[in-house]
Each structure stands twice: as C-alpha cells, then as structure tokens.
C-alpha cells in the first residue's frame, strides 16, 4: 500500500507499529468517554434520591405551569441558523486566503473574489426574500 | 506553492466552459428572481431553453472535428500523480447531452404550469440548471472527490425541485424521504469512497485503477466492503430495488415538471457516475460485482413493474415503471464488466446504456408532458382516470402518449424496441440469457399497465369536459418527444452515431 508523503515508516526494531501515531487519539476517546461517565456515576452514588410530587413536576419560573411543555417552535430560528453556517464555512474558507495572501497574489485575490462573488448573490437572494427579516 | 501554474489552471478551466455558463446563468436566475421577479417570470422559462442550447453547443463543440471525427479527449486538473480529477471524452459529452435534453423538457413543461409558473418560477428554472450543473461533473468527473460534488450539488437541487410546492402535503412528505434517505445514502457512499480509498491509496479512479491492475489478490476486505457499498450508495440515486421506495412518494409529490427531471436527468446522472466509477477505476474487477449487480438488475425489474400494475395515480406508477427501466439499464453495465477485455462486448454494453437512456428521456418526458397536461376542474390531474376519454379533448396528445407508452414497453417501430434490442442483446453476449428471458417477461407484464393508459384514453369515455387549451411550450415537448420517438424507432442510425461516442472512456 503506497505511504503517504512526509510520514513515518514504523522501525521495525523498536517494534514499533504503523498505528503508533494514533496513539494520543485512542487516549484522547478513552479520556473523553470516561470523563462525564465517571463524574456523572460518581454523582449518582453521593446524592439523595428522595423524589416527591412538586420536585418532579415541570418547572415554570416557580408558579402552578399553566401552559404545555411543548410550544411551536418558529421556523426563523432555522433559517438564520442555516445561513450562520453557510456564512460562517465562508469564512473559514477565507481565512488560509488571508494568511497566504501574499503568496497567493493576483491569481488567488481573483479566484477568491469570485468564491465571494457567488455568496454574495446568495446573500442577495436570502436578503430580498425576507430570510432575514425577524418579525 | 511549487507547482500550481495559473497559466495552466486557466486553460483548464477552458474545458468547463458550458459548466461555467450554466453555473454563471443560474447565479443570475437566482439574482433576477430576488431583484426582477415580473420581468424574469414573462422571460425565465425562454431565456432558459436558450441557455441550454448554447450549453448543448459548448459540448458537442468539444468533440473536436479532427480528421476521422475524433474526440477531443483531454484531461484537467491533474492531482499530484498526474491522473485528472475532470476529463472531456466522448462518454462526457454524450451524456451531458442527455442531461441537457432532459432539462429542457423539464423547463418546457414547466413554462405556463400552474404550479411552476408563480411568482418563483425563476427560481424553479435556477434549481433545474444548478442540478444540470452538476450532473455535468458526474458525467465528467474522474476523480472521487469531484464526483461527489457534482453527486451532492445535483442532489440538493433535487430536494428542493421535489418540495417546489410548500403547501402542498404530498410535497413535503415526498421531498423529507428523497432527502433523508439521500442523505443516508450519500454517507454510506462516502464511507464505501473512503474504504477504497484505504483500500488502494488514491481518490482518482485512475489511480484506483493502477493500483488494483497489478494486483490479482481479489475483492477482498476493505477493497469489497467499499465497492460494495459505493454501489448501495449509487443505486439508491438510480432509483435500483432495494433502494427504489423513495421514489414513488418523491414523483409523486414533485410537481410533474419536476417529476419528469428526476426521472430523466437525474437518473441519467446517476448512470452517469456509475458507469464512469465502476469502468473506469473497477473495470478489472467486472467479474466481482457483475454478480452484484445482476441481482439489482433483475430486482429492479421485476419489483419495479410488478408494483406499477396496482398503481392508479400515474405519477407512481411511472415511477414504478422508472424503477424497472433502471433495471434495465443495469444489464448494459453488467455487460461491461463481463466484458472480460473484449472491447466489442464493451463497446456494445456503453453504447446500449448511452442510447437507451437518450430513448428514455424521450419516452418519459414526454409520458410526464402529457400528465402536465390533464386537469381535472382545473387542477393539474394525475390520476389514471384523469386520461380517460382524452382522444377526443385531443387527438394528437393522445397519439402521441400512444407512441410514448409503446415505447417504454419496447414495441417494435418505436424508439423504445431498438434501445431494449441492443440493451439485451448486450446482456446474451456476456451469456446471460436467463437475464434477458427475464427482462423480456417483465417488458411484457409493463405492457399491461401502460396499457390501461391506453385504455382509459382512446376506450373509455371522460368527464365531457371541453377541448384542453395546451400551452404552446408544452405542445411543443410534446411533439418533439413524439417525432423523435417515432423517427429513432425507425431510423435508428444517426442516434446510434452519436451513441458511439459514449464508447470514448478516456484511459479505460
């Protein structure tokens, strides 16, 4: 199987293996998985457990709730939602561009304008037919 | 940056040029349908069919007039190891001109179509071209990774072409399916992309292809595993049993322009990239998944018309009947991975599937043009009862659907029999003549659905409502289908000229 360039063929002297790079990620996984599981049991041991009517009944700022848990949501949330990632991908696409700006030169200001340019009629689009509109 | 020649970059963005112009073109639609909707909504639909023209020119230009007609075969952006990511040969340009002459049925029937013709109607006509944009990279993209662009950008236009109609339930429901389980099945062919990327060590089918020429170790492990599941995750896009159940809700949820894409361009795009991922960079391996998928052939066949005999809304039930058009198809594909290394067995299983598909697109297209034009109390109608008594409100639409559904069961004189004639045929010289024998049964029993069509049109008697008015666009599709369904069932030639082309695989 081709190597990849720039990386590190395993030493078979060492007894090293070819997965040996990932080494931080297995602990990484095991540590993220065990973190919240180990605080949240260690909770679960420590605390009291003495539920009655009122402490299980839905909070509402205190008072008898008078109104369903489940409310419409409105879809504006999605769509300003949707357009934050659009813009926000754009962004990061933007930054690497900006870092290398000089290297990059004519040619990259040119193709990144047109990258902008294709947003920017998106944005028209979203903006004239009242995405943005909160009311 | 060592190595990136902008000089070069530009000349190969030359290549891409009814890419670009249909890109650019959907920008403006989109920008027109935000500033200008009045004015863009008397125009869009006219302006549209212009552009694809121009765009269908800018393609067939590219198959250079060199001496003895030869392809301008060429590859562009080339990745570290010199294998192309977008190629222009003749298999390219065949199929992009089917995915230009399914749109621009598309455009013309939603032109003067109650529900495409409001206030975003632009906006309908940005979402046909986008998609065309990129189904183009699906029939020109050689590297995985393009592919899926292409795959993802014709896809997400067809999400939205299927849920046009907001208000309406069917549409919602039909558009939730198309795009979940399109979503699903773009992830499972990531992960297959992404075995065989592990698999072989590159993204470019060629240098799939080079990795696996040497090596005779067999679809083993990871190599299978991903092959198989690319072609899950492809066939789910053509509509192949058992990945078909999204299709009748999504056709018949779609308004029936939109329809009638799906099942011309969109599926056409799908074979597109199968046929270019499987040959090209799997194209040694044909004996480890023809059996594959020689049983999603003869599945879609056969659950595909069986399901469509039930059916009473038409819409589903030419989707059904889509389902099982795919499966023949497949047997195209199947014979060139059977293929074995004849180039004439080869050649013969390409062009069959190049040709068929540009018979269906007539076929269907024009089936759906005249589902466009049935109303009932002046609703666009879609149910089977919707065509009766149609002979006399209009003669000529209904020969013409006479014409259409003969040729969607292969009946000789039509354009549909010479398709069905090289596609089997295709399939008994790779030795598969029960899959043949089985789908000849299964052209028969589709006989008898599209057969109750012609009943419930020239037989039965209708409502007695008067003479339909027939927009001019429309009338136009529909002709158009019809005449050419009728002139390549009997002059076959220069179809099956421009066919050959779709032989022109660069570097396969």
Known sequence: ?135 | MAGFDPAVFIENLAWMKPELLLAGFGLLLLLASATVPVAIRQVGGWLTLAVLAVAAFLVTAQLSAGSGGTVASTGAFPDIAGNPAFVVDGFAVVFKLIFLLGAAFTVLMSMKYPDTDGEDSAEFLALVVFSVFGMMFLASGTGLITIYIGLETMALAGYLLVGFRVQEKRANEGAVKYFVLGALASGILLYGISLVYGATGSINLYGIAASLAGDDSGAAGFLGLGVVLMLVGIGFKVAAVPFHMWAPDAYEGATTPATSFLATAAKAGAFAMLLRVFVTAFGDRGADWAPLMILLAAASMTVGNIAALRQDNVKRMLAFSSVGHAGYVLMGLIAVGLSGGDAAIRARGLLSVALYLFIYTFATAGAFALVALLRKNGQPGEMLDDFNGLVKRHPVASVCMLLFLLSLAGIPCTAGFIGKWWLFGAAIKVNLVWLAVVAVLNSVVSLYYYARVMVAIFIRDGDGESKIQVPLPLSAAIGAAGLFTLVIGVYPQPFIRLARYAVLMMGA
């Open chain 1, 1 to 135: 199987m081709p190597i990849p360039a720039g990386s590190h063929e395993p030493d078979p002297d060492t007894g090293e293996h070819e997965m040996a790079a990932y080494f931080p990620v297995l602990l990484f996984l095991l540590v993220g998985l065990s973190f919240p599981i180990i605080t949240l049991f260690i909770a679960w041991l420590v605390r009291p457990n003495r539920p009655n009517d009122v402490k299980s009944s839905v909070y509402e700022c205190g008072i008898e709730p008078e109104t369903p848990a489940w409310t419409r949501v409105s879809v504006r949330f999605y769509i300003i939602a949707v357009l934050f990632v659009i813009f926000d991908v754009e962004t990061i696409f933007l930054f690497p561009w900006a870092v290398k700006y000089g290297v990059l030169g004519l040619f990259g200001f040119i193709e990144m304008s047109i990258f902008l340019l294709i947003l920017v009629v998106g944005y028209i689009y979203a903006w004239r037919k009242g995405a943005l509109q909160w009311a």
